[in-house]
């Protein structure tokens, strides 16, 4: 079954930390990841995404890794800010077909 | 447009009530997906179109829910006889082309609560 997991389920950090959510997949056939931020009460809006053959893409502060051997990504999030606070979807799209099999998404919360 | 409209952006109705959402894609963009997202979950897939017809309607749940593109730019979902369980965010989002390589980009959403 195509599945997305994501961890930490939620994650607290001070301003100006970093911090890393993760990202594990079970799709197949494998066409590409991306992350989408979800501010509260908007629509998702794409921050990277990420082909099989690539295993890291930066957006600004944003920096996400792919290792598609263990069907792993990560998103990296530097000297976080305020604004930084919604929450991270993790996305995969299977090759046959354009559907998106979405993560729940981690909930990051920024505290000054 | 500059982006993905959905409205109303708010709905409440009483249960067994019809409610018709509304989307308005990217201008040019082909293709529409409408889901449904809880709180705390990811968005849910319901239907994707493809111009004016429904390419994939398979994750409608049930045959209370339908959806329209009739003139391959504006669609509409509608839900029949709506149930509490109905409750949630229905997200609208369109693409240029509908390829599994392209961002799909997300209207606000409607926040649907079903009393």
């Known amino acids: 079954k195509n599945q997305v997991e994501q961890s930490p389920q939620s994650l607290i950090i001070l301003e100006g930390k970093n911090c890393t959510l993760q990202c594990n997949y079970t799709v197949s056939p494998f066409s590409n990841l991306r992350w989408y931020k979800q501010d509260t009460g908007r629509g998702p809006v794409s921050l990277t995404i990420m082909t099989f053959s690539e295993n890291t893409k930066s957006n600004g502060r944003y920096t996400a890794t792919l290792d598609a051997d263990t069907k792993q990504s990560s998103l990296h999030i530097t000297a976080s800010q305020l604004s930084d606070s919604a929450s991270y979807i993790c996305?995969?799209?299977?090759?046959?077909?354009?559907?998106?099999?979405w993560g729940a998404g981690t909930k990051l919360i920024i505290k000054p | 447009g500059a982006g993905v409209s959905q409205t109303p952006s708010n709905k409440v109705t009483e249960k067994g009530k019809y409610v018709e959402l509304r989307c308005d894609p990217i201008?040019?963009?082909?293709?529409l997906y409408w889901y449904r997202q809880s709180l705390g979950q990811g968005p849910e897939f319901l239907i994707y179109?493809?111009?004016?017809?429904?390419?994939?309607d398979s994750g409608l749940p049930n045959d209370r829910f339908f959806a329209v593109r009739p003139e391959g730019s504006v669609s509409t979902l509608k839900i029949q006889r709506t149930e509490r369980g109905d409750s949630a965010v229905y997200l609208c989002a369109s693409s240029l082309k509908g390829t599994g390589e392209e961002t799909q980009y997300f209207g606000p959403g409607t926040r649907l609560l079903v009393l």
């Open positions: 201008s040019g963009h082909t293709a």
């Open positions: 996305v995969v799209t299977c090759d046959s077909n354009y559907q998106l099999i």
């Open positions: 179109f493809q111009g004016t017809g429904a390419a994939d």
